[in-house]
């Protein structure tokens, strides 16, 4: 098994974890990090070649693991994106308030009079989900 941290400055926001386990690769969490703006908030992605990733795993729907979900999905369109139920309720309200926010960030960063509109964002996303009655264990064959 090999990890490989995609925080790029080591510390809480943008918590993100390559995980390599025999021909699997999975990312784990892909959140943005509070105190930064654009691509400085995002994980290294850079560390991962596009279309390279078979699962996307979020463990729970604070925005420093979720924030950064629709970047990462649409850097790997083919990963299963897998999180429990309850979190798949929430995760789509988590990321229209995360996208409203950077709007008003962006509007109030750059002075322009850029208005935000709160209907630019609709998540559009299909989670695959598992009850956490037993274990889960994914086998070495595809």
């Not at 798949?88 to 996208?99: E, R, T, V």
């Not at 002075?111 to 559009?124: E, L």
């Amino acid at each position: 098994m090999k990890l490989v941290d995609l925080n790029k400055d080591q510390d809480i926001g943008s918590n993100s974890l390559l995980v390599e386990l025999g021909p699997f690769r999975i990312v784990v969490d892909a959140g943005i990090h509070p105190k930064k703006m654009g691509k400085e908030a995002l994980p290294d992605l850079t560390k991962i070649a596009a279309a390279s990733v078979d699962y996307i795993i979020l463990t729970h729907c604070h925005l420093d693991h979720l924030g950064a979900l629709p970047v990462v999905a649409n850097h790997q369109p083919e990963a299963q994106i897998l999180l429990t139920h309850p979190s798949s309720q929430i995760a789509p309200i988590m990321l229209g308030n995360s996208h409203t926010v950077m709007m008003h960030q962006k509007a109030e960063h750059f002075h322009n009079g850029f208005q935000p509109r709160q209907d630019s964002f609709s998540a559009h996303y299909s989670f695959g989900y598992w009850t956490i009655s037993s274990p889960i264990f994914i086998s070495d064959t595809r």
